[in-house]
């Protein structure tokens, strides 16, 4: 499984949401996803990927495909890919 297609399958989980439902470059409050909740999911993709999101770097995540993209980077840095 891709790595965009963990974090759906976290996101659905998480929220309730149907995976297939999940447009990876839709900004995270069109789908009902609150800075709240989505700091508690980040916590649960920092576990599964091994990776971790500063502050910083949080603030620049609007969308899951954004997302994507900074865990990508971080496994590609620490040799995980």
């Given at each position: 499984?891709?790595?965009?297609?963990r974090i759906?399958?976290?996101?659905?989980?998480?929220?309730?949401?149907?995976?297939?439902?999940?447009?990876?470059?839709?900004?995270?409050?069109?789908?009902?996803?609150?800075?709240?909740?989505?700091?508690?999911?980040m916590f649960?993709?920092?576990?599964?990927?091994?990776?971790?999101?500063?502050?910083?770097?949080?603030?620049?995540?609007?969308?899951?495909?954004?997302?994507?993209?900074?865990?990508?980077?971080?496994?590609?840095?620490?040799?995980?890919?």
């Amino acid at each position: 499984m891709d790595t965009l297609a963990r974090i759906r399958s976290l996101a659905a989980k998480e929220f309730s949401i149907d995976p297939e439902g999940l447009d990876p470059a839709a900004p995270l409050d069109t789908l009902g996803i609150d800075s709240l909740s989505f700091i508690e999911f980040m916590f649960k993709v920092e576990e599964e990927f091994g990776v971790s999101v500063s502050d910083d770097e949080l603030k620049n995540i609007r969308t899951l495909a954004d997302l994507e993209r900074h865990v990508a980077a971080g496994l590609t840095a620490s040799g995980k890919v």
